[in-house]
């Protein structure tokens, strides 16, 4: 798997946590990624839905609208790494969150995505 996600678990409604994506491939074949990556989401029993994504040096991120100014994407190009703060969190946000690398150096949606992660699980409890 050449995206590797991390840090999902189990937290209280209004607690955080940090997810990171490690992009393996670009990692041991020495590169570093020239292309935007994101996050995406999928709650038990919808479909999949856009989170956030950060342009491929990390000056131009965007989020969905039910996770703005609470969620942060960032990355580390050096390390081939993005991570996701998430803050404030609801039950709503309970679900398989995905790491995605996409074939643009700018923009993340469905039509541009390259490659997938295998998802980490966050379940937020009231």
């Known amino acids: 798997v050449q995206l590797q996600a991390s840090g999902g678990g189990l937290v209280q409604v209004g607690g955080s946590l940090r997810l990171s994506c490690l992009d393996s491939?670009?990692?041991?074949?020495?590169?570093?990624?020239?292309?935007?990556m994101g996050w995406y989401r999928q709650a038990p029993g919808k479909e999949r839905e856009f989170v956030a994504g950060?342009?491929?040096?990390?000056?131009?991120?965007t989020y969905a609208d039910p996770v703005k100014g609470r969620f942060t994407i960032s990355r580390d190009r050096a390390k081939n790494m993005i991570y996701l703060q998430m803050n404030s969190l609801k039950a709503e946000d309970t679900a398989v969150y995905y790491c995605?690398?996409?074939?643009?150096?700018?923009?993340?949606?469905?039509?541009?995505?390259?490659?997938w992660g295998q998802g980490t699980l966050v379940t937020v409890s009231s």
């Open positions: 995605v690398s996409s074939m643009r150096a700018r923009g993340v949606d469905t039509t541009s995505i390259r490659n």
């Open positions: 491939g670009r990692t041991f074949g020495r590169t570093l990624s020239n292309n935007a």
């Open positions: 950060i342009s491929w040096n990390g000056d131009s991120t």
